[in-house]
């Protein structure tokens, strides 16, 4: 099962303008990860945001976490049509023992035109 | 250093075969974890190896099983597939430094396969 909602599901905007995704989960986290899939392939990953950071920027992404409220967002600012593809937030919950278990949201479709 | 790679790429069955994937981590990645990918539930967890041990199993039936070897290669098999199998199969790898800490997952390209 799914940890969670992204919203929203599809987002179309043009050239040079702001993408915002949001998305929610359901249980405690080790770490929130952004990945980004282009039609199908492999997962590309952006950013790791850890439960004890609150705000995290890699080049043109930024990314926030609020864990009182168990949703993150990434902001892709001055969008290029590159960027489009399907952006997907991935939950890393606390195991006992450890372990890496990604528990994945619904995804975003952006699309980005010219 | 060479991404995680799987092979094969693409593969076509019939319903009641079996398959084998295979999946080769970064190297000096010690942790493999497999995803299912279908439009209708996204994507779902398999199982996780880290060691030659299945550290972690998501809610999937005993016909989906996987194995790490000592180079941390890994391998997952499917037996007595199912239309329902269809889908992308992803890997992943990470260093897994120290439990709790949580790690980033580097995917590979994905195996697609088609159940006819």
């Known amino acids: 099962s799914q940890q969670g909602e992204e919203d929203p599901q599809a987002l179309s905007i043009q050239e040079g303008e702001n993408a915002t995704m949001n998305c929610s989960y359901k249980t405690s986290i080790n770490n929130l990860q952004w990945y980004r899939q282009n039609s199908g392939r492999g997962l590309v990953h952006l950013i790791l945001?850890?439960?004890?950071?609150r705000e995290k920027h890699s080049g043109r992404l930024r990314v926030t976490l609020d864990t009182s409220k168990k949703s993150s967002s990434l902001l892709i600012t001055a969008s290029r049509a590159a960027d489009t593809a399907s952006y997907f937030c991935a939950t890393d919950a606390l195991i006992t023992g450890g372990g890496n278990k990604l528990t994945f949201g619904t995804g975003t479709q952006l699309k980005v035109e010219l | 250093k060479a991404g995680v790679t799987q092979t094969p790429r693409y593969l076509i069955k019939t319903r009641g075969q079996q398959v084998t994937l295979s999946c080769s981590p970064i190297s000096g990645h010690r942790s493999v974890s497999w995803y299912q990918q279908t439009p209708g539930q996204g994507l779902q967890f398999l199982f996780e190896y880290f060691s030659e041990t299945q550290r972690n199993k998501g809610n999937f039936p005993g016909r989906f099983s996987g194995r790490q070897f000592s180079n941390s290669r890994s391998e997952m098999n499917v037996s007595t597939l199912e239309l329902g199998d269809s889908a992308l199969y992803l890997c992943?790898?990470?260093?897994?430094?120290?439990?709790?800490?949580?790690?980033?997952?580097?995917f590979g390209p994905g195996t697609r396969l088609t159940v006819l």
């Open positions: 945001i850890r439960s004890n950071e």
């Open positions: 992943a790898s990470s260093l897994r430094l120290s439990i709790g800490s949580g790690d980033t997952q580097y």
